[in-house]
């Protein structure tokens, strides 16, 4: 379980990741021997999975997002397995969640415009034989993207 001190850490390791444990441990009222076990046991026990730089996907080249809704033929392990498979190798997919619902699955993909869409469909995407249908909508702008997780 997570107490007070835990989410506070994790919340201002949100807003910056390269924040020094002295300067956590001051923000949080802590001396910085007692912060760092804090941060430690967080990061052994799997709660902070990992550190990572935010790149803007539009400076980067690539940026067109496309939320795609895959319907699979048939919901049995071996088409489960083989899509799953086939998505890790794909690194266009931002993002890929099982969903519940009409569709099987909605994927986050990351091209630099339609032609580029257009080939990751014809070259990954519908050579599947598990895959059913799929469904494309181009995102016109972000509204709000949460980095991190919200308080509770």
Known sequence: ????????????????????NQELS??????PTPCLRRLK??????VIQGYSAIVDPKAY??????FVSVRLTQQTQEHIA??????EGWSEVAECYL??????????VLTDGIDGY???LKQKVTRL????????????????KRIGLPPI
């Open 1 to 20: 379980m997570l107490d007070t001190t835990d989410r506070r850490i994790l919340a201002l390791l949100q807003e910056d990741g390269r924040i020094t």
């Open 26 to 31: 001051q923000k949080i009222g802590l001396s």
């Open 41 to 46: 046991r967080l990061e052994e026990t799997g």
């Open 61 to 66: 080249g690539l940026p067109f997002s496309v």
């Open 82 to 87: 083989e899509f799953e498979k086939a998505v």
């Open 99 to 108: 969903m519940t619902g009409t569709q099987d699955y909605l994927l986050r």
């Open 118 to 120: 257009e080939r990751f």
């Open 129 to 144: 034989k598990c895959i059913q249908s799929v469904e494309s909508n181009f995102a016109m702008a972000t509204i709000k």
